[in-house]
């Protein structure tokens, strides 16, 4: 009888955010995977509250994993925030289960060199905000860079922004940061909004997750996520006319337990760090006009149904 191959060792790396909490949800609900910390960065709001968010979804399951608090700020830029799109607390919406417990002691810089160093070649990192944590631990550790297996970043766009014109939002809160994580040599997958927009809760797709509460046995995750979508699905609808939001994040980790539903392309990439109206872009050179050797894969396409189901299936387990 074959054995299951061991789970993959990853660390979350975000600014919880609606989309960022579902993404701890998912990858928790993944035997495939086994989380070794939450680490956790200004972005959507500040990180205080994005720490505490780190812990109230942790807390809303049960898991007992680690939490590290991070960077506050970006290596140069000016900090930006989200309120606008997550709300003050940055998981407004349903109501939610106060931590029981506090982050680590230990910087999440410092927690991820601990991590990489102590499996080398092991360690997937799934950035889902500002790259400031995975930056500085390049900086600090240079020797970390070729024992990282991969990362899995959700940021950046082919093409448009959502913040500016030119920029995503997480790529535009740190474009220095993103960019030493560009030419670091690590092997690097970028979700950027090209591919993440496929991705749209609409509320047939919200009903279904909100279904999972109402069954026998069902825990609550399957309404506080709803309620959560539901939220982040306002913004969306006035800014954009869209029936919901783009489920960003989770992205990444369905990456890892289903890659078959995302078509991606090997790209030479840097990020703009010119201060000037298009600092923050990724540019992706999409038809290898600079000859340049491509160092990420970059999201094309994504199966938004099977996405939908693969994640509806894993909350279930809840």
């Not at 680690?66 to 607390?89: C, I, K, M, N, W």
């Not at 982050?103 to 160093?117: D, G, K, M, S, T």
């Not at 499996?119 to 905000?129: A, E, I, N, Y």
């Not at 995975?134 to 024992?147: C, G, Q, V």
């Amino acid at each position: 009888m074959a054995l299951s191959p061991a789970p993959r060792p990853v660390i979350l790396d975000g600014d919880p955010g609606h989309d960022d909490a579902v993404n701890i949800l998912l990858a928790h609900a993944a035997p495939e995977l086994e989380v070794l910390g939450v680490s956790t960065t200004y972005g959507n709001v500040g990180l205080e509250r994005t720490t505490r968010n780190a812990l109230v979804t942790l807390e809303l399951i049960g898991a007992r994993t680690p939490v590290y608090a991070g960077a506050d700020r970006p290596l140069l830029a000016a900090r930006l925030s989200a309120e606008s799109v997550h709300g003050q607390t940055g998981l407004d919406g349903p109501l939610l289960p106060s931590p029981a417990r506090e982050a680590q002691e230990l910087h999440a810089a410092l927690f991820i060199i601990q991590e990489v160093r102590a499996r080398p070649h092991q360690v997937t990192l799934l950035p889902t905000g500002p790259l400031t944590n995975l930056a500085l631990a390049l900086r600090l550790a240079p020797d970390i860079a070729p024992l990282i297996k991969q990362i899995v970043w959700m940021g950046g766009s082919l093409d448009v922004g959502n913040w500016t014109p030119a920029a995503e939002f997480n790529a535009l809160c740190d474009p220095h940061a993103a960019q030493i994580v560009f030419s670091s040599g690590v092997p690097l997958v970028m979700f950027g909004l090209n591919a993440t927009h496929q991705a749209i809760a609409t509320p047939q797709r919200i009903a279904a997750i909100r279904a999972l509460s109402g069954r026998q046995g069902g825990s609550d995750v399957g309404e506080v996520v709803a309620g959560l979508l539901e939220f982040f699905a306002e913004h969306h609808r006035v800014r954009y006319g869209w029936d919901g939001g783009p489920l960003h994040d989770p992205l990444t980790c369905a990456y890892l337990l289903a890659p078959e539903l995302f078509v991606t392309q090997p790209m030479y990439a840097e990020v703009d760090t010119s201060g000037g109206p298009s600092s923050g872009r990724t540019n992706c050179d999409l038809w290898n006009l600079t000859g340049n050797v491509p160092n990420a894969e970059v999201a094309l396409q994504v199966d938004a149904d099977g996405f939908y189901e693969l994640l509806t299936e894993r909350l279930g387990r809840f």
